[in-house]
């Protein structure tokens, strides 16, 4: 079971408007460079950047490098979260 604080870094991870049009662009296409997330929301790279980098924190979304490209995608909990923000449409 997730304690208040736990929840309190999860909840606080993705309540921004753009980390959750992240979080669902990632829900449709996983596997995306902070490059091609930039262009798809027609944002700048280095808010992307910001934004991928407190998801990251709150352990939403997972980073790995595939050549000299850093790959993104939802984390198990960001599928979860994904799932509930769903709920609230």
Do not use: W, Y
């Not at 595939?66 to 509930?84: E, M, N, Y």
């Amino acid at each position: 079971m997730l304690q208040p604080r736990q929840i309190e870094r999860i909840v606080k991870g993705f309540a921004n408007h753009r980390r959750i049009e992240i979080m669902q662009l990632l829900g449709r296409a996983p596997g995306l460079s902070l490059m091609a997330i930039a262009r798809r929301l027609k944002i700048d790279f280095r808010t992307a950047g910001e934004h991928v980098r407190r998801l990251n924190l709150a352990e939403l979304v997972s980073k790995r490098h595939q050549g000299a490209a850093v790959i993104h995608a939802l984390s198990d909990l960001g599928r979860r979260v994904l799932k509930f923000l769903r709920t609230l449409e």
